[in-house]
């Protein structure tokens, strides 16, 4: 038996005589081909389940439906207020009794039954921290990177703050039965000077 | 580019690589018979591959890992596929390796210099069967809790060390979520590292040592490239294709979710372990246990370990391949009887056990008979083979029995397989339900909780445990739960004899209750009320069994006594009923069957309720108080503010609420109250002492939700 280690081949074998030659650009063309095929197709199909995020279509995951915020009885004219939005969850697999999933500002400008209260998602555009509400400034401030918004939403100093735009307000915004809140939460996408719902 | 690559040549060396890795000298030139230890390589590429993107969908926790796996299989974008090739791609590495290794055994290339590398081939493929095992537990289903049960309990036996072996497996005495995160980091982390090692030595002494050329004589040496890495690959070709196509066309399982309270009768380990799970079942007790899961499986791998020693002997490489010859051969005839044992019913035809079957139903009637008659009853506290004898001796055929006895132990292997595979079917039903519940959405408890939640799956369980003793749930065809009713007279207590009626004949003794297959719908009530049928039975005196009794039957409730009694009402009141009369009967039906509320009559009580026969409480009670012979219902039955009160309440029968409310308590006074009852049980009677009750408030709702044909099926 031939004991040869791989730096000093010792019995190599003969030259390829050139009729061969054909052949064997057949035989390496082959191999390439058939030895790409059985690499690349387990890598593919790990990757197309990998990519599952972007080729699931949206529609069977999220259900755009109004969640009851509170009673107008408990939103004074004029004063912002955080509310908790309860929910029902869908994670991956988990379906969530309705419990808290995010948080919203609410103001009234007026008693006027016809004048719908304002509603803005607590998360900042900028990069999606939880804005507060600070009473004594009357103003939005974003804890990470000192965004701040007026009591309207709106940025304040944008030449310099670095949100991009103003607090998203929640336009999908119902009154039921007379006296209760509803509207669509919805996410934005954060870091753009557009507002486009996630 | 060419530049390129010479720099990086120049910094990286990477030409060496590659002209190593390929100009490797081959012997007497490429064969497919060199094959087999690529594709290993290749199969264990694919399941780093696959498991990698697995693992980004899965969740090792007893509350998560089947709902992830659920969630990868049928919700995510080529889960199914990616887990099949997975699952398939396993199966297929245990084949090849025993491929393998029959080769390098029958070749004689474990001799010197090769013995480590045998070795190590050796340790090898117990790091895969290893993996195998420790993947099968992963999904937390039925089939791969039970299976791994026996394995860890296996190691349990191990003399000494084998409970703190198995405790350090499971992660404690139970199986739980450290018995997953245990296993997933074995499988996942511990194995396939350690198989890396073992792969990256196998193969560098494998380039030190060079093939073991078949007749390299023959024809002219040749490098590894291209021929035999064509060869390779066409082979690796084939494997991929393979498992493709199975993953495509027949998706890897997924059973129930693993629930410790189950009797699951299809526990069986992966196909490649079932030779040894048919050896065990040749030892018995502890030391016998031992000695065959144990003992002898280790015997047989210090011989495989031997192999390069006892090769030096003379006769040693006979002896080898010969030994390896019965190993392989005895495992392959052992998954074979095991196959069989399991699934011999499937293909034995119909009838074939007519004739034991016909002599042991024959016994038990002779039995049934002897009990009924009240004669002396030979076969009373006899055992089976007693039995046989007194009755082949009655029927004077004894020298038919022992060409019977011996057609009794296939019938008895036959039943056990019909059982198996009964079991094999229940697993599949189970585990389909299970993933069609989970397409709502599973709670944060895990699937389990829909299972045992589902009235579809938990009610006929539920009902064979608790009612079937006296009811029947059968439909038109007569499929359903329905237990056989022994024929039993009635005695006359003095005389110890069996009454007899005035017309001389005896009289049954009832044991039963109706058949709540469609209770309270109109179809149930219709037949109710009906003359013929209220208190009908078919009595077959051949077999002495009670065979049919719809309604009161078979109770006590269908003895008439003058003036009083359903059965009594029904049978001389609603006989003769005019047109007119036979119109209000249906009308009566129509109503009271929409108090159920039932959903398979939904469309029907809406259509009743636009041509208003069905109104308000009011309406509906004034037609129940229509007179139907000399009575009303409401004249016995409290019906929304009308209020007989000597029967059963009639407001909201058969809905959900009255259902729950009856099986708790009928003898409550809204239902038979004063003795009326004939033998049905209090089942919930005391709510605020849940120690006293038969059936807890929960497992009643799920009884009546399945009684009214009311669980969750998925939209088609």
Not at chain 2, 266 to 271: L, T
Not at chain 2, 392 to 401: H, R, W
């Amino acid at each position: 038996m031939a004991k040869s280690s791989p730096d000093t081949p010792t019995d190599d074998p003969p030259a390829k005589a050139g009729a061969d030659e054909r052949r064997t650009f057949l035989v390496q063309a082959s191999a390439i081909v058939i030895g790409g095929i059985v690499g690349f197709v387990p890598l593919l199909v790990g990757l197309r389940n990998f990519l599952n995020p972007l080729l699931r279509s949206k529609d069977d995951i999220e259900v755009d439906e109004a969640v009851r915020i509170a009673t107008l009885d408990d939103i004074e004219i004029g004063k912002v207020y955080r509310f908790k939005v309860n929910a029902i969850r869908v994670d991956a697999w988990s379906k969530h009794p309705p419990g808290p999933i995010g948080a919203v500002y609410v103001r009234r400008d007026s008693d006027d039954p016809k004048v719908l209260p304002k509603v803005y998602t607590s998360v900042c555009p900028h990069l999606g921290c939880s804005v507060d509400y600070k009473e004594d400034r009357q103003q939005f401030v974003c804890p990470c990177h000192n965004g701040t918004f007026a009591k309207d939403g709106t940025l304040v100093d944008p030449e310099t703050a670095p949100p991009p735009r103003d607090l998203d307000e929640l336009e999908d915004v119902e009154i039921r039965n007379g006296n209760e809140l509803w509207v669509v939460y919805r996410r934005f996408r954060s870091g753009i000077a557009a507002k486009i719902a996630e | 580019m060419n530049q390129l690559l010479l720099w990086l040549d120049d910094r990286t060396g990477y030409k060496g690589f590659v002209r190593d890795a390929l100009y490797e000298n081959i012997p007497g030139g490429a064969r497919w018979r060199y094959v087999w230890g690529s594709t290993l390589m290749f199969t264990f590429g694919v399941q780093m591959i696959t498991g990698i993107f697995l693992w980004m969908g899965y969740s090792p926790s007893a509350q998560t890992a089947w709902e992830s796996v659920y969630y990868i299989e049928h919700q995510m974008v080529g889960g199914s596929l990616l887990r099949g090739v997975h699952h398939y791609t396993a199966q297929l590495m245990v084949v090849l390796i025993a491929i393998h290794l029959m080769q390098v055994v029958i070749d004689g290339a474990y001799k010197a210099p090769r013995e480590i590398n045998f070795w190590i081939g050796l340790i090898l493929m117990k790091i895969t069967l290893a993996l195998a095992l420790t993947g099968y537990l992963l999904p937390w289903d039925q089939k791969g809790y039970w299976a791994t049960q026996v394995a860890t309990k296996i190691a349990g036996i191990v003399p000494v060390v084998g409970p703190w072996m198995q405790q350090l497996v499971v992660g404690g005495s139970d199986y739980g979520h450290h018995t997953l995160t245990r296993f997933f980091a074995l499988h996942a982390g511990v194995l396939p590292g350690l198989m890396i090692v073992f792969i990256v030595l196998h193969v560098a002494m494998f380039r030190r040592h060079g093939i073991k050329a078949r007749s390299p004589e023959k024809r002219p040496a040749a490098y590894f490239w291209p021929d035999q890495v064509l060869k390779d690959g066409v082979a690796c070709f084939a494997v991929l294709l393979t498992v493709l196509l199975l993953a495509r066309f027949a998706p890897a399982e997924l059973t129930a979710p693993a629930d410790p309270s189950d009797a699951y009768g299809a526990a069986r380990p992966e196909w490649y372990f079932l030779f040894l799970f048919q050896f065990l079942k040749f030892f018995h007790g502890e030391t016998g246990e031992i000695i065959g899961a144990i003992v002898i499986p280790g015997l047989v791998m210090g011989f495989l370990f031997l192999m390069p020693l006892i090769g030096r002997w003379k006769i040693g490489h006979a002896l080898n391949v010969g030994v390896l010859g019965v190993v392989i051969l005895g495992a392959g005839l052992l998954t074979y009887l095991a196959w069989n044992e399991d699934n011999v019913a499937a293909y034995t035809a119909e009838g074939a056990f007519s004739g034991v079957e016909g002599k042991l139903t024959a016994i038990e009637i002779e039995k049934r008979k002897h009990r009924a008659e009240r004669t002396e009853n030979p076969y009373r506290g006899k055992n089976e083979r007693e039995q046989l004898d007194i009755y082949f001796k009655a029927q004077g055929i004894e020298d038919e029995l022992d060409d019977f006895l011996a057609r009794l132990e296939k019938y008895k292997a036959y039943k056990k397989s019909q059982e198996h595979l009964a079991a094999v079917e229940e697993a599949e039903r189970n585990g389909h339900r299970a993933q069609e519940l989970a397409g709502q959405g599973i709670p944060p408890a895990g699937a389990l909780s829909l299972i045992h939640n589902d009235p579809k799956t938990q009610g006929p369980k539920l009902f064979r445990r608790h009612c079937a003793s006296c009811h029947d749930h059968v439909d038109a065809e007569g499929k359903g739960i329905s237990l056989l009713r022994p024929l039993v007279y009635e005695v006359d207590k003095e005389s110890g004899k069996l009454k007899v009626a005035d017309d001389g004949s005896k009289i049954p003794l009832p044991n039963a209750a109706p058949n709540l297959y469609g209770f309270a719908s109109r179809e149930w009530l219709r037949g109710l009320l009906d003359p013929q049928k209220i208190a009908a039975h078919t009595i077959d005196t051949d077999t002495y069994q009670v065979r049919d009794a719809p309604y009161f039957g078979n109770t006590r409730h269908r003895v008439m006594r003058e003036d009083e009694g359903m059965a009594w009402y029904v049978k001389t009141h609603l006989a003769n009923l005019g047109e007119e009369e036979q119109q209000s009967l249906e009308k009566i039906i129509t109503v009271l069957s929409a108090e159920a509320g039932l959903g398979s009559q939904r469309e029907a009580d809406e259509q009743a309720r636009a041509d208003e026969i069905i109104g308000d409480a009011q309406q509906n009670a004034a037609i129940l108080s229509t007179a139907l012979g000399d009575f009303s219902c409401t004249d016995c039955h409290r019906f929304h503010g009308q209020d007989g009160d000597s029967a059963p309440d009639l407001t909201g029968y058969g809905s959900r609420q009255w259902m729950i409310d009856f099986v708790s308590n009928p003898n409550h006074e809204r239902f038979y109250s004063e003795g009326a009852n004939d033998r049905m049980p209090a089942f919930h009677k005391a709510p605020n002492d849940p120690n006293q009750n038969k059936l807890t408030k929960k497992e009643i709702e799920l009884l009546v939700d399945w009684l009214r044909g009311d669980w969750y099926e998925p939209a088609k």
